[in-house]
C-alpha cells in the first residue's frame, strides 16, 4: 500500500474519476476506441490510487457517498455501451397494454402490425433481440412495467426509472458490503473495491443491467443468514435466482452451514421462486424462455475462455463448430464442481460463504461460453469479502473487449481475448498457488480456511 497519502491526492482523484467517467458515458461512443480506453484507463488509474490508498485515514463511508454521487451523475442519458434497455422498454410497454411478454417475437407484433400506436419502429429498430423470445425474468419485468407506466412515451423518462431502481439497489450492496465487511472482522475501507470500481459503475446504472438487482438480494440472502432470519434469507435468496438464475448455484454452499434447516430453507426458495414467476406463468411461456436459454448456451458467444480453446480442438477434430457438445459438458463440470466443494467442505462457517460464492461465479464464467463486462461485477461484489483480487484485474482487462465493436462488421479479436486471459489466470495463479506457499491458508476443499 501507498505510505504517502494527502487530501489533495484523494480530491485530485476524485476528480480524475468523475470526469472520465461522465466523459465516458456523455461524450463517447461505443465504436470509438480510441476514446473510450482512454477514458477508461484514467478512471481506472483513479480507482486504483483508492485501493492503494485504502489503509489510510479516509472513512468507507466515505467512498460509498463518492460512489452514489457519481452513479446519480449518470441517471440523465441513455446507455451508450448496450442496447439491451430498448427490449426492457419493449417488454415493459406490452406488461402496461396486458400483453405477456413472453409470449410472441417481437418481429410477430411488427409483421402484423400489432400495438403500432406503443410498439413503434424506432424502438423495434433498435432492438437487438429481434427474433429472440424475451429472457428478462418477472422480478426485472417489474421494473420494466414501472419505468414504462411512469413514462409511457419517453424513452429517456423510462431509462431514467430503470437507472433509479438500480442505483437504490447499489446503495444497498454497498452499505451491505459494510455491514459484512464489519461481521467478518475485515478492513471496511474494502468497500472501495466495489464502491469505486469503473466497470461496476458503468455497466450497472450507466449501462441498466440488472445483476445489481442480483448482486444485492444476494449479498443480502448472505447477511440475513448470519442474522439467522433463515425465512427472510430464502425470500431473498429467491428473488436474486428470479433476477438471474446464477444464484442457484450458490445453494450447495448452504448444505453444510444449515444441516436439515437447509431442507425448509430450499422450500422456501422454491415456493418464493414460484410465485414470483406465477403471474406469468404458462406452457407457452416455459416453452418460449426454454429457447430462448438454450439459444443463449448453445449458440451465443463471446469474450470465452476455456470454450474457446474447445471449440478450437472441436475444429481440429471434427471440423466444425461443436458447441452443441463442449457447452453442455462445460456447464456439467460448472455443476460439479460447486458440489464438490460443497461437499467436501468440513465444518464451514458463515465467514467463509463469500469465498464458496466467489468460487462458484467465477468457474462459471471461466467456463462460458459468453462473458460480458458487466458479468463481472457479481466477482468484484463478493471478492471485496475475501483477500482474493483477481476479479479487480479482470474488470479493468475485460473492458477492452469493447475494441471489437469498432470493427465493420463486428468482428472478435480473439488475441485481445488471449492476452485478457492469460493475465487474469496468471493472476489467479499467483493467488491461489504462489501467495498460498507464502503460508497464505486456504484451500477451497477445506471451508474452516477463510
Avoid at 42 to 69: D, M, R
Avoid at 368 to 388: E, G, M, N
Amino acid at each position: 500500500m501507498l505510505k504517502i497519502h494527502s487530501k489533495t491526492g484523494f480530491i485530485a482523484s476524485s476528480i480524475l474519476l468523475i470526469a472520465a467517467i461522465l466523459w465516458l458515458t456523455y461524450g463517447t461512443v461505443r465504436t470509438d476506441s480510441f476514446q473510450l480506453l482512454s477514458s477508461f484507463i484514467l478512471a481506472f488509474i483513479a480507482y486504483a490510487y483508492f485501493i492503494l490508498t485504502k489503509n489510510s485515514n479516509n472513512k468507507p463511508l466515505t467512498y460509498i457517498y463518492l460512489g452514489v454521487i457519481i452513479r446519480f451523475s449518470l441517471l440523465f442519458t441513455l446507455p451508450n455501451l448496450s442496447d439491451d434497455f430498448y427490449r426492457f422498454i419493449w417488454d415493459g410497454r406490452l406488461l402496461n397494454h396486458g400483453i405477456n411478454p413472453f409470449l410472441e417475437l417481437p418481429s410477430y407484433y411488427l409483421d402484423n402490425q400489432l400495438y403500432s400506436d406503443f410498439l413503434t419502429p424506432d424502438i423495434y429498430n433498435n432492438l437487438n433481440s429481434q427474433n429472440y423470445f424475451t429472457v428478462y425474468p418477472p422480478v426485472l419485468q417489474s421494473v420494466f412495467w414501472l419505468a414504462t407506466a411512469l413514462f409511457s412515451k419517453s424513452v429517456l423518462g423510462s431509462v431514467i426509472v430503470m437507472k433509479s431502481v438500480l442505483l437504490l439497489f447499489e446503495i444497498g450492496s454497498m452499505i451491505l458490503i459494510l455491514k459484512l465487511l464489519k461481521h467478518f472482522k475485515m478492513p471496511e475501507q474494502n468497500v472501495v473495491l466495489y464502491a469505486l470500481n469503473p466497470v461496476v459503475i458503468l455497466e450497472i446504472v450507466g449501462n441498466i443491467h440488472f445483476e445489481g438487482a442480483m448482486i444485492f438480494f444476494s449479498l443480502l440472502a448472505v447477511w440475513l443468514l448470519i442474522k439467522k432470519k433463515w425465512f427472510t434469507s430464502a425470500l431473498s435468496m429467491s428473488i436474486a435466482i428470479v433476477a438471474k438464475l446464477l444464484p442457484l448455484m450458490f445453494l450447495p454452499f448452504l448444505i453444510k452451514r444449515l444441516g436439515w434447516k437447509s431442507i425448509r430453507y430450499f422450500a422456501i426458495v422454491g415456493l418464493g421462486v414460484l410465485a414470483l414467476f406465477l403471474p406469468l406463468l404458462n406452457a407457452t411461456f416455459i416453452k418460449n424462455i426454454s429457447t430462448s436459454v438454450g439459444l443463449y448456451f448453445n449458440n451465443f458467444e463471446y469474450n470465452g475462455s476455456f470454450y474457446y480453446f474447445f471449440r478450437w480442438v472441436g475444429y481440429q477434430i471434427e471440423g466444425y463448430n461443436m458447441i452443441n457438445y463442449i457447452s453442455p459438458l462445460l456447464s456439467l463440470t460448472v455443476a460439479t464442481s460447486v458440489f464438490v466443494v460443497a461437499l467436501r467442505s468440513k465444518m464451514p462457517k458463515f465467514e467463509t460463504l463469500p469465498l464458496h460464492i466467489l468460487f462458484a461465479l467465477s468457474i462459471f464464467y471461466l467456463l462460458s461460453t459468453t462473458v460480458h463486462p458487466w458479468y463481472i461485477t457479481s466477482l468484484v461484489a463478493f471478492c471485496s469479502l475475501t483477500r482474493f483480487r483477481y476479479p479487480i484485474v479482470w474488470s479493468g482487462l475485460i473492458f477492452l473487449t469493447y475494441i471489437n465493436y469498432s470493427a465493420e462488421p463486428f468482428h472478435e479479436n480473439l488475441w485481445l481475448v488471449g492476452f485478457e486471459y492469460i493475465i487474469v489466470l496468471a493472476w489467479v495463479f499467483y493467488e491461489v498457488i504462489i501467495k498460498r506457499k507464502k503460508s497464505i491458508r486456504f484451500n477451497f476443499f477445506n471451508s474452516q480456511d477463510n
